[in-house]
């Protein structure tokens, strides 16, 4: 399965964590925090690839917590052999 995530829409802490319960189909007790996106994703357990584009924008928008919403994502890949992350500066083509 292949998820894509536009960070154009990640604009605030609430705006990031109801757009990935949505687009990424997380459960439905997600807490709406990097420690439970943090359960999410290591968690997985069938092939996923997350394509984030816009990886810039998610950095100067939010900031430290953009940065740390990013790490989260590729240190989950490094957790979770069933997870690949792949982050782009801008939009795939």
Do not use: C
Not at 51 to 63: E, T
């Amino acid at each position: 399965m292949i998820s894509k995530l536009d960070g154009r829409k990640m604009t605030s802490r609430e705006d990031v964590h109801d757009y990935l319960r949505d687009t990424l189909e997380l459960s439905s007790y997600y807490g709406k925090n990097l420690d439970a996106l943090w359960d999410e994703l290591t968690t997985i357990d069938g092939p996923r690839t997350i394509r984030i584009s816009h990886g810039d924008l998610i950095r100067k928008g939010l900031g430290p917590y953009g940065n740390r919403l990013l790490e989260t994502f590729t240190d989950a890949a490094k957790e979770n052999k069933n997870l690949r992350v792949k982050i782009k500066k801008w939009h795939f083509l």
